[in-house]
């Protein structure tokens, strides 16, 4: 789960990480409050959105073509820029062509900025450990930097046994080249991120860029944070972060029943049970020529409401063709889905083929329930076979 830059600084804030004095605002007058309790200006108007490269992005309809982070010299402004960003359209190279709409703001008070560094406390997978990562090309995408020059960019693994130490801290603030007080801010700042990405269940806490001021001090002036969902039980005060307007709405619908489901660009609406099964499918799929619409695990425990629920939301997808269930019953009855896609497909108008590949525990008995259903679906034994017939169901219907 992704939160807001301010929601990431405040919750840092409670780490002793040090970040500007800022506010947040859903309308223009709550913008220019919030600038009215920081003090005298410069002030910095950020559009909050879940995507980065806010401010070299752009409003739809803007023929000045300013960004969602923006310097304010006085209250009007700060009104004048709350205005002309809440309610737009923001387009970076992070939202794609449709953009976000924004509907919150934080204001922030200015930053003598000297230097910008980039730091990050991630979960690396590669190496089953938190992966501290620096770099002296603060601003850019990380992405960028790794792939344009490698060798800027400082990795250091921390041990779970030991967790974070001074040498680890000594050697990010070197490795950035700071030195002496400044040093030593840094390594509390460090210290911080990573006790916030242990203690918040996070998979990743990003600043970027990490300022050193003017007067040496360092400050976190941009924060990107995301939690663990499967950690959110841990944590009801974050899952009220959560921000649905950010999301897929089909996602948020699939999260409501506690389906895995991420929207794809594809064609062929997939419905299985494990991830390892569903990424097979999808990968099968992709094989005979066509493009999976979706990757969708319904678990191994999943009732008929549940596997209703699934299939209303791949048939939700108007660029859906063609649906292939594909269920190995272990724990998981054949019977229980086969209820379900008889339930859903009566209740909807399945105008699109749809191919159901059934093993394991009844088998028999949800195959007997497909048949007697009376509805056209098709049923497949292989999971080659099942990819092949719907993909080939498909094209002729095309």
Same mark, same amino acid.
């Given at each position: 789960?992704?939160?807001?830059?301010?929601?990431?600084?405040e919750?840092?804030?409670?780490f002793g990480?040090?970040v500007?004095?800022?506010?947040?605002?859903?309308?223009?007058?709550e913008?220019?409050?919030?600038?009215?309790?920081?003090?005298?200006?410069p002030?910095?108007v950020?559009?909050?959105?879940h995507?980065g490269?806010?401010g070299?992005?752009?409003f739809?309809?803007?023929?000045?073509?300013?960004?969602?982070v923006?310097?304010?010299?006085?209250?009007d402004?700060?009104?004048?820029?709350?205005g002309?960003?809440?309610?737009?359209?923001?387009?970076?190279?992070?939202?794609?062509?449709?953009?976000?709409?924004?509907?919150?703001?934080?204001?922030e008070?200015?930053?003598?900025?000297?230097?910008?560094?980039?730091?990050?406390?991630? *979960?690396?997978?590669?190496?089953?450990?938190?992966?501290?990562?620096?770099?002296?090309?603060?601003?850019?995408?990380?992405?960028q930097?790794?792939?344009?020059?490698?060798d800027?960019?400082?990795?250091?693994p921390?041990?779970?046994?030991?967790?974070?130490?001074p040498?680890?801290?000594?050697?990010?603030?070197?490795?950035?080249?700071?030195s002496?007080e400044?040093?030593?801010?840094?390594?509390?700042?460090?210290?911080?991120?990573?006790r916030?990405l242990?203690?918040?269940d996070?998979?990743?806490?990003?600043?970027?860029?990490?300022?050193?001021?003017?007067?040496g001090?360092?400050?976190?002036?941009?924060?990107?944070?995301?939690?663990?969902?499967?950690?959110?039980?841990?944590?009801?005060?974050l899952?009220?972060l959560?921000?649905?307007?950010e999301?897929d709405?089909?996602?948020?619908?699939?999260?409501?029943?506690?389906l895995?489901y991420?929207?794809?660009?594809?064609?062929?609406?997939?419905m299985?049970?494990?991830?390892?099964?569903?990424?097979?499918?999808?990968?099968?799929?992709k094989?005979?020529?066509?493009?999976?619409a979706?990757?969708?695990d319904?678990?191994?425990n999943?009732?008929?409401?549940?596997?209703?629920?699934?299939f209303k939301?791949?048939?939700?997808?108007?660029?859906?063709?063609?649906?292939?269930v594909?269920?190995?019953?272990?724990?998981?009855?054949?019977?229980?889905?086969?209820?379900? *896609?008889?339930a859903?497909a009566?209740e909807?108008?399945?105008? *699109?083929?749809?191919?159901?590949?059934?093993?394991?525990?009844?088998?028999?008995?949800?195959?007997?329930?497909?048949?007697?259903?009376?509805?056209?679906?098709?049923?497949a034994?292989?999971?080659?076979g099942?990819?092949?017939?719907v993909?080939?169901?498909v094209?002729?219907?095309?």
């Amino acid at each position: 789960m992704n939160v807001h830059e301010y929601q990431a600084k405040e919750l840092l804030r409670g780490f002793g990480v040090a970040v500007p004095r800022g506010g947040a605002a859903f309308s223009v007058d709550e913008a220019v409050a919030a600038a009215g309790s920081i003090g005298g200006g410069p002030w910095v108007v950020k559009a909050q959105i879940h995507a980065g490269g806010r401010g070299a992005g752009r409003f739809e309809g803007d023929p000045e073509g300013k960004g969602g982070v923006r310097l304010a010299g006085s209250l009007d402004e700060v009104r004048a820029h709350a205005g002309a960003m809440l309610g737009g359209v923001l387009v970076t190279k992070q939202t794609g062509r449709t953009g976000r709409t924004v509907r919150r703001l934080y204001v922030e008070e200015g930053c003598d900025i000297a230097h910008e560094h980039y730091v990050a406390m991630l *979960v690396d997978r590669g190496t089953g450990r938190v992966m501290a990562m620096a770099s002296t090309e603060g601003g850019m995408d990380i992405e960028q930097v790794a792939e344009e020059s490698p060798d800027r960019i400082l990795t250091l693994p921390i041990d779970p046994a030991t967790g974070f130490r001074p040498f680890h801290a000594r050697r990010l603030a070197f490795g950035l080249g700071l030195s002496g007080e400044t040093a030593r801010a840094g390594a509390g700042l460090f210290a911080g991120l990573y006790r916030a990405l242990v203690e918040l269940d996070a998979s990743i806490v990003e600043v970027n860029p990490l300022v050193v001021t003017g007067a040496g001090g360092v400050v976190a002036l941009d924060a990107k944070m995301s939690l663990d969902d499967n950690a959110l039980y841990r944590h009801p005060e974050l899952e009220a972060l959560r921000d649905e307007d950010e999301e897929d709405p089909t996602e948020v619908e699939a999260s409501r029943h506690d389906l895995n489901y991420v929207a794809l660009d594809g064609e062929i609406g997939c419905m299985v049970n494990g991830a390892g099964l569903a990424m097979a499918t999808m990968d099968i799929i992709k094989l005979h020529g066509s493009e999976p619409a979706n990757f969708l695990d319904v678990g191994g425990n999943a009732t008929r409401e549940r596997v209703t629920a699934a299939f209303k939301i791949i048939l939700s997808d108007p660029n859906v063709k063609g649906i292939l269930v594909n269920i190995f019953g272990g724990i998981m009855r054949c019977d229980v889905v086969a209820e379900g *896609v008889v339930a859903a497909a009566r209740e909807v108008d399945l105008a *699109v083929p749809l191919v159901v590949r059934l093993e394991g525990t009844n088998v028999e008995k949800g195959k007997s329930i497909l048949s007697a259903s009376g509805l056209p679906i098709l049923s497949a034994d292989g999971l080659e076979g099942a990819a092949r017939k719907v993909v080939e169901a498909v094209r002729g219907a095309g």
